[in-house]
Nanobody, 124 residues
């Protein structure tokens, strides 16, 4: 049983920063790709960022490129999302997810395990 637990969400003013963390347990964390997704009210879940098992390969949604950074610490079984220059349109519930494979993916359907989500609210 894989468990993913997100933390670090909250309320921040536009232009501010937050760092989300996702702690994993239940299997060998370092073998698998991870991703961050988000879902705003009334919208579908959308891709934010993904990172390969080694951390050497990362991809971002165009809407967050240059502002968000995904990273991982395999020794701590944790993946991070550093979010800078936040905008009101970044407001959403943010989810981390784990694949059963080492390669990255943009698609939610390619991820097998999900956290419960953490709320990020950006005020204007």
């Amino acid at each position: 049983q894989v468990q993913l637990v997100e933390s670090g969400g909250g309320l921040v003013q536009a232009g501010g920063s937050l760092r989300l963390s996702c702690a994993a347990s239940g299997r060998t964390f370092s073998n698998y790709a991870l991703g961050w997704f988000r879902q705003a009210p009334g919208k579908e879940r959308e891709f934010v960022a993904t990172i390969s098992w080694s951390g050497r390969t990362t991809y971002y949604a165009d809407s967050v490129k240059g502002r968000f950074t995904i990273s991982r610490d395999n020794a701590k079984n944790t993946v991070y999302l550093q979010m800078n220059s936040l905008k009101p349109e970044d407001t959403a519930v943010y989810y981390c997810a784990s694949r059963k494979y080492s390669s990255t993916s943009y698609y939610p359907a390619d991820y097998d395990y999900w956290g419960q989500g953490t709320q990020v609210t950006v005020s204007s």
